[in-house]
């Protein structure tokens, strides 16, 4: 099997060829400002609004800002801000990496990044699927890395295979960029006809978004280059053991990707999976937080095939909070909640919280599950015993209990 | 229960009319007759199994719009279950499972697909799609006011002899002009809302049942409900009444701080 590597010379010969226009410059200032006021008014991190000031001053910002770095995108339904963080920290083994760890990934969160670290030679940059399009015209990047489309956030995203589409449409437009994509989901395989793909048999949890019924799955699959093993990764040059810290099968599917996407950049898969195993905690998800008489097990599930591959890692929870919100970011149609099978959740003290606890209370009681209603996660903390318990939330579920536990200063 | 026989439920498609979450109306109605110690069998025909005839009820959701066109043709091939939804049944249809029951569908390209023909309705695309909390007044006998959440782009027109299932007093439904959701014949109770329906309508759920089973339903008290419908229920604006929307909007305006 050939190995893909991406070829370092056209990206590079475009780079550092004048210095930046002007507009440029006052664009980076202003949005730098922006960051500043943003983060000392204590309103947010700063990223995302000191990228959006710099965008609307320069629109060109983020191809120039691009320009001259190895540049790596990671986009998909699940699974985004993990493996990007399993990519930079790989490519972190040989220097600076420009990266949205915060998982800030609509454009204004992607320039941000590029711009609190200017120099970086290499940029890992997750990417919204559904800008996905944008952002690859916009920064012409070495390497995508795909890693499946599932139904999620139905009432902002459309239909799935429509994101799938135009996620991959801007792919035919840039032979050069080299496509990591996962061979287990049919929908990007489908979505990837005729598209060169260093195809990476990565697993899935989640197949009812695949359309079987259309008899697509009839002819040869695609034939993985990279495959998850026991215990570890396969590629072109031989099986890589692997360690991680992460819990869940799926995050070895991950690790698979991102060993890959490394690999195609030029870190070898041995350095980039030593870097992997040193991962615990990605922006609070897997977080483990003691907070009084509790251990919390942070855990982030969003859509039912996030549920689907948690499920396994819940087996071993003696109590469990489950927190849904239903804002924008989220999808404000609470309807998913009955696509996950909360029937085979483990049957422990559960309490269903966040802003829409009631209609995560009433799933539960309809898949026969016992449990308290607080739509207070902190509070509903009170009903459950004292040990360990695993939580999982939703996005902005996720993200309010992180900023109310930083604050109480737990972690 | 011995010798009691099993109230039968057809999940059709759930393979393909799947994508919103509709397959919770099935969870719905199975649970609502298991805690009533009614027996009860679910059977999940998908795509490739031969649809029976003899279930009480047949429950077909919303999907994407090739997904829809697969359907109308897969109900096509099976004409004896179309007879059985048109007046043997009793069946719930939700968003693409409405719109495929119907005469014909129009696509965005100005194309007419025949439907299964089990009702006299039609749906062409409208200007916009609808997504969003739908609250309607429900015209079936004890199903009361209805709440759900809406994503489509299809406008609905009834036949002349049919009669929407609620009138929409937010969102979109139909959008037809009338502010009808859905459609209500004897035996089909047809919307646009997800949530899913039955879930955050059990009044609804317990009418299809009666429906179907012919028998009155002892009451069933859940937690968690009455708060799922409160919090949609309540600021539904009075869409009817605009003068009363007024005097909410003073009576706001002039509260003591």
Redesign the interface.
């Known amino acids: 099997m050939v190995s893909i590597r991406v070829a370092r010379s056209a990206p590079m010969a475009r780079a550092r060829a004048e210095a930046p226009p002007l507009r440029t410059l006052a664009a980076m200032r202003l949005g730098t400002a922006a960051s500043a006021v943003s983060r000392s008014l204590g309103v947010g991190a700063g990223a995302v609004i000191g990228g959006r000031v710099a965008l609307r001053v320069d629109p060109g910002l983020l191809a120039r800002l691009a320009a001259g770095r190895r540049v790596a995108l990671v986009s998909g339904t699940n699974g985004k801000t993990t493996t990007a963080h399993m990519l930079a920290a790989a490519l972190r083994t040989r220097g600076p990496v420009a990266h949205n760890a915060t998982g800030a990934n609509m454009p204004d969160g992607v320039a941000a990044a590029l711009m609190a670290q200017p120099a970086a030679p290499d940029a890992v940059l997750e990417v919204d699927e559904l800008h996905l399009g944008a952002v690859v015209d916009a920064v012409r990047p070495d390497v995508v890395v795909l890693l499946n489309f599932t139904r999620d956030q139905l009432d902002r995203g459309s239909e799935v295979r429509a994101v799938a589409a135009r996620a991959t449409a801007a792919l035919a437009r840039h032979p050069g960029t080299l496509v990591v994509a996962n061979a287990d989901d049919p929908l990007l395989v489908a979505a990837l006809d005729g598209v060169p793909v260093c195809w990476v048999a990565a697993g899935a949890d989640w197949l009812a978004d695949a359309g079987a019924w259309r008899g697509c799955a009839g002819g040869a699959g695609p034939c993985p280059v990279w495959r998850v093993s026991d215990g570890g990764v396969e590629g072109p040059a031989g099986k890589t053991p692997l360690r991680l810290q992460l819990p869940g099968p799926f995050n070895f599917g991950n690790a698979a990707l991102a060993l890959a996407a490394a690999d195609a950049l030029g870190v070898p898969p041995g350095v980039a999976a030593g870097a992997l195993a040193g991962l615990d905690c990605i922006a609070g998800r897997y977080a483990v937080v003691r907070r009084g008489a509790h251990v919390l097990h942070l855990l982030l599930a969003k859509n039912p095939a996030g549920w689907a591959g948690l499920l396994p890692v819940l087996a071993p929870a003696s109590s469990l909070l489950l927190v849904v919100n239903a804002r924008v970011a989220d999808g404000r149609d609470t309807s998913w909640l009955w696509d996950v099978p909360f029937e085979r959740l483990p049957d422990r003290p559960a309490v269903a919280s966040g802003e829409r606890a009631a209609d995560l209370g009433l799933r539960l009681s309809y898949a026969g599950r016992a449990h308290r209603t607080e739509p207070d996660p902190l509070r509903a903390l009170d009903h459950l015993p004292p040990g360990d318990v695993h939580v999982v939330a939703n996005y902005t579920a996720f993200a309010g209990l992180i900023r109310r536990l930083t604050a109480e200063g737990a972690p | 229960v011995s010798g009691e026989s099993a109230v039968r439920i057809a999940a059709l498609?759930p393979?393909?009319l799947?994508?919103?979450?509709?397959?919770?109306n099935v969870?719905?109605l199975a649970?609502r007759l298991r805690w009533r110690g009614i027996p009860v069998e679910v059977h999940t025909i998908?795509?490739?199994r031969p649809p029976p005839t003899d279930c009480d009820l047949y429950v077909l959701g919303g999907g994407?719009?090739?997904?829809q066109l697969?359907a109308t043709e897969w109900l096509r091939r099976h004409r004896p279950l179309c007879a059985t939804l048109q007046d043997r049944a009793t069946t719930l249809v939700v968003c693409a499972g409405l719109q495929v029951l119907g005469r014909w569908m129009q696509d965005s390209t100005g194309h007419r697909y025949p439907g299964a023909e089990v009702l006299d309705l039609t749906t062409e695309p409208g200007r916009r799609?609808a997504?969003?909390?739908v609250v309607s007044r429900c015209t079936l006998a004890g199903a009361g006011t209805l709440t759900g959440?809406e994503?489509h782009r299809g406008v609905t027109r009834l036949g002349p002899g049919l009669a929407p299932l609620g009138r929409v007093l937010r969102g979109v439904g139909n959008g037809s002009g009338d502010r009808g959701d859905g459609v209500l014949t004897p035996s089909v109770v047809g919307t646009y809302l997800?949530?899913?329906v039955l879930?955050r309508n059990p009044a609804l759920a317990d009418a299809v049942l009666a429906r179907a089973t012919g028998r009155a339903l002892a009451p069933l008290e859940?937690?968690?409900?009455a708060?799922?419908r409160a919090?949609r229920l309540a600021r539904t604006p009075t869409r009817h009444r605009p003068g009363r929307r007024v005097i909410g909007v003073l009576r706001r305006s002039t509260r003591p701080a």
């Open positions: 498609l393979d393909v799947g994508t919103y979450s509709d397959g919770g969870t719905v649970q998908t795509a490739d994407e719009d090739d997904a697969f799609r997504v969003g909390e959440f994503n997800h949530g899913p879930a859940l937690p968690d409900q708060a799922v919090e």
